[in-house]
Each structure stands twice: as structure tokens, then as C-alpha cells.
């Protein structure tokens, strides 16, 4: 079974930043076969795309309301993957989750496997 489990998510004030982290584990899971993203999901809102990046890290996508304030990073040796979250906005609020998909994570909200979720919330 697979689990991708996610830490880092708090309170902060707008303008601070948080590091968000997500670590997969799975007898028969290969982590570094597969793409890995964040995507998020605000009160009332459908889940969004944060951020992507394929499965050698070579590649990386992000939405537009973030980029240049965000940054997505994988370490394999670890298993893990990170977010790092800067210039936060209250608008940044949102359930933060996890996606794992073979081969990279793109914009659509489809992955092989979830996350539980973390929340941030950004205060003004």
C-alpha cells in the first residue's frame, strides 16, 4: 500500500513563508519512477494545481497565481517531496495535498495516489 503523508502546514502571517513536505512510502512503490505535485483545495473551491514536476525532477510546472513564490523540489534518496512557500498571501489558504502519478504530475487533478491533506492558512 502506498502512502504519501504530509507535514508542514500551519498558520502564518501574509508575507511569511512555510515548507511544506511530503514523504511516500510503499513496499512496491518506486519513487523515483513517478512525478510528483501539490495541488490545493480552499472552502468552497474545486482542488487546483500548485505544482508539478516529473519523475527525474528535471521538469517543473507551476500555476501562475504562484510562481516565482513557490518552489517544488524532490529528494529521491529520501523519498520525499517538498514545497517552500514564500510571499504568502491570504489567498494562499487552502488544504494543501500531495499527488503522486507516473511519470510527472500535470495540471489536471489526476494522480495515481493522494495525500491526506495539510492546511495553511495565511493570516492579513
Known amino acids: 500500500q502506498v502512502q504519501l503523508v504530509e507535514s508542514g502546514g500551519g498558520l502564518v502571517q501574509a508575507g511569511g513563508s512555510l515548507r511544506l513536505s511530503c514523504a511516500a512510502s510503499g513496499r512496491t512503490f518506486t519513487f523515483s519512477r513517478y512525478g510528483m505535485g501539490w495541488f490545493r483545495q480552499a472552502p468552497g473551491k474545486e482542488r487546483e494545481f500548485v505544482a508539478g514536476m516529473n519523475w527525474s525532477g528535471t521538469s517543473t510546472n507551476y500555476a501562475d497565481s504562484v510562481l516565482g513564490r513557490f518552489t517544488i523540489s524532490r529528494d529521491n534518496a529520501k523519498n520525499t517531496v517538498y514545497l517552500q512557500m514564500n510571499s504568502l498571501k491570504p489567498e494562499d489558504t487552502a488544504v494543501y495535498y500531495c499527488?503522486?502519478?507516473?511519470?510527472?504530475?500535470?495540471?489536471?487533478?489526476?494522480?495515481?495516489?493522494w495525500g491526506q491533506g495539510t492546511q495553511v492558512t495565511v493570516s492579513s
Open positions: 499527488a503522486a502519478r507516473l511519470l510527472v504530475v500535470t495540471a489536471t487533478p489526476k494522480a495515481d495516489y
